[in-house]
């Protein structure tokens, strides 16, 4: 197994470790950890063919729930909205109480997920890397990170895998029901049903680096795909030695990249690509370069 770190690179995609991994888990030191092929309940990665292969067929569009947002923050105060929403009109819609509170209770659990545990764990990484940068080319003493989930709030319990499909089959019930009124679906947020999402595959940010007074103004922007995709993730090269870095997960257009100049002159390149539920997607921007210091 291997110690997790911010950004780790999964070596059997190729890609970010994403949070349904089944090989990630916090071992009894509270830190992150990835099973490899020789432990003990890996379990295998499905990789898609190679677009060579003749078994390749591309996938260019899926289908979402239109009324269910795309990012995780967006998604968090759609399904506090919803499972207060669905505390009133229960009664009116004929819903079993116990069935109801089951749903209630998935949707507390993943608005947990997605903002307490899930910025714990965001939280965690970036400490985590830094402390690995700290322990290789450092100084100083060296204290390694812990994680500590967050406590769960109020109400909130645990819930078995599979809480949002509950909820999508829910939502389904609910509007066959004939007590089910077009102003219910709007106050419950499920009005619309599902909709094409674009091919992200081929989505890649633009981005340009201007020279400021002090730091680097650096442009990007969602180019109409901003209601499909979560953040733009930027990276910098300074010619230091260390290659390419993440400078940050942004999610506003536009970047301020406010690290001191050096001394002597140094050529800084840059690039972005497009991020979905913690995972890189699309392809990497062309590269833009400037030359500070001196």
Request: glycine share 8%; with cysteine.
């Amino acid at each position: 197994m291997r110690l997790l770190f911010f950004d780790s690179i999964n070596p059997y995609t190729g890609r970010i470790h994403t949070l349904d991994d089944a090989n990630l888990f916090f071992g009894a030191d509270g830190l992150g950890y990835a099973r490899d092929s020789w432990d003990e309940n890996f379990v295998p990665y499905l990789i898609p063919a190679h677009p060579s292969s003749p078994n390749y067929q591309p996938t260019t569009k899926m289908t979402r729930q239109k009324f269910f947002p795309t990012r995780h923050s967006d998604q968090a105060v759609w399904l506090e909205n919803f499972r207060l929403k669905l505390a009133l009109h229960a009664a009116l819609l004929g819903l079993a109480a116990p069935r109801a509170a089951d749903i209630v209770a998935d949707a507390r659990w993943l608005v947990h997920l997605l903002l307490a545990w899930l910025e714990s764990v965001r939280t965690h990484g970036k400490a985590a890397t830094s402390a690995l940068e700290q322990a290789m080319t450092g100084g100083g003493p060296l204290a390694l990170p812990v994680h500590t989930p967050p406590p769960l709030g109020d109400g909130v319990v645990a819930r078995p895998a599979g809480a949002l499909s509950r909820i999508f089959d829910f939502v389904a019930e609910i509007k066959e029901m004939d007590t089910c009124t077009d102003a219910i679906c709007i106050d419950l947020g499920i009005l619309g049903g599902e909709e094409a999402v674009p091919d992200l595959t081929q989505a890649r940010p633009n981005i340009t680096a201007i020279v400021a007074a002090v730091g680097v103004d650096l442009g990007w922007g969602w180019h109409g795909l901003g209601k499909h995709l979560d953040q733009c993730e930027i990276q910098v090269d300074r010619s230091d030695g260390k290659g390419w870095v993440v400078l940050t997960f942004d999610t506003t257009p536009g970047y301020h990249d406010s690290t001191p100049f050096p001394a002597v002159l140094t050529k800084w390149k840059y690039r972005a690509i497009y991020r979905v539920n913690d995972a890189p997607i699309g392809q990497w921007s062309a590269e833009v370069s400037v030359t500070v210091g001196g």
